[in-house]
């Protein structure tokens, strides 16, 4: 079934090892959350077969989100609400599905930031 609706964030990591290491699968303790994303997000689980990131060095928006899946349908949009909240470049985005998390949210550490853009329609 094709995503409907999707969470976006934005965030900066200083490297995509960074990121793969955030966004990592641990499996060995059903007590705590399935990946740091998914604790920052207070959630213990996710699918992540609807969860989707990219990374880009050059920090340029339009770069980094276009050619993820459905970004035709909101890669504007997303650059537009970003400007508005004073992101002007960016090294990360994810995208999940709107089913996977209940109350997405923004955080900022001092290793990474990840800036929660909203949801997007994505055409079927």
């Known amino acids: 079934m094709p995503m ?9 990591f200083h490297s995509e090892e960074k990121l793969v290491a955030y966004l990592e699968e641990q ?3 059903d007590e705590v959350p399935i990946s740091q994303f998914a604790a920052d997000q207070n959630e ?3 699918d992540h077969d609807w969860v989707e990131y990219n990374f880009c060095v ?6 980094l989100i276009d050619g993820a899946s459905y970004s035709n ?6 650059i537009e609400v970003a400007a508005k909240i004073g992101i ?5 985005f994810i995208m999940a599905d709107f089913e996977e998390f209940d109350k997405p949210k ?4 001092h290793s990474y930031k990840l800036w929660y853009i909203g949801t997007f329609k994505c055409k079927i």
Request: proline share 0%.
């Open 88 to 92: 002007e470049s960016a090294n990360t």
């Open 106 to 109: 923004s955080v900022n550490t």
């Open 27 to 29: 499996y060995d303790n």
């Open 4 to 12: 409907e609706t999707a969470h976006i964030w934005l965030g900066q």
């Open 58 to 63: 050059s920090h340029e928006l339009f770069e």
């Open 73 to 78: 349908d909101y890669l504007d949009e997303v």
């Open 44 to 46: 213990s689980y996710y």
